[in-house]
């Protein structure tokens, strides 16, 4: 009797187990989004180079995230979006993204990309 309830429970377990390791990997990936994309905000403020913060951002972000720098008169804004694969080989990908704005710094010229 306990091999068939096991049997009947097992799988449900393993699906449980997949999810939750499907959550921490999907939440991790948008934690490294947001400090990627804040890391960037920060840089750009202070007058940093396009590429420049495009490099910082790539090194704190997932593999394979893409990154956007808007510079305005005022404020950047730099988004960050990232395809992650919660279930490693499985073909299911989640979009995680994050975005941050910073005031420009006082004095700061309009950087070049």
Same mark, same amino acid.
């Given at each position: 009797?306990?091999?068939?309830?096991?049997?009947? @429970?097992? !799988?449900?377990?393993?699906?449980?187990?997949?999810?939750?390791?499907?959550?921490?990997?999907?939440? $991790?990936?948008?934690?490294?989004?947001?400090?990627?994309? *804040?890391? %960037?905000?920060? &840089?750009?403020?202070? %007058?940093?180079?396009?590429?420049?913060?495009?490099?910082?951002?790539?090194?704190?972000? /997932?593999? %394979?995230?893409?990154?956007?720098?808007?510079?305005?008169?005022?404020?950047? *804004?730099?988004?960050?979006? &990232?395809?992650? &694969?919660?279930? $490693? /080989? @499985? !073909?299911? *990908?989640?979009?995680?993204?994050?975005?941050? @704005? &910073? @005031? *420009?710094? !006082? $004095?700061?010229?309009? !950087?070049? %990309?």
């Amino acid at each position: 009797m306990v091999t068939a309830e096991t049997a009947v @429970v097992l !799988p449900v377990l393993l699906l449980v187990l997949a999810g939750a390791v499907a959550a921490v990997t999907v939440v $991790g990936a948008q934690l490294r989004c947001v400090d990627a994309a *804040r890391e %960037g905000a920060r &840089a750009a403020a202070r %007058g940093e180079e396009i590429a420049a913060v495009t490099a910082l951002v790539s090194r704190a972000a /997932p593999d %394979g995230a893409t990154t956007a720098v808007d510079v305005g008169s005022e404020q950047v *804004r730099v988004t960050v979006v &990232a395809d992650v &694969a919660a279930l $490693g /080989p @499985v !073909p299911l *990908r989640i979009r995680v993204s994050a975005q941050a @704005v &910073a @005031v *420009r710094e !006082p $004095g700061v010229t309009e !950087p070049s %990309g």
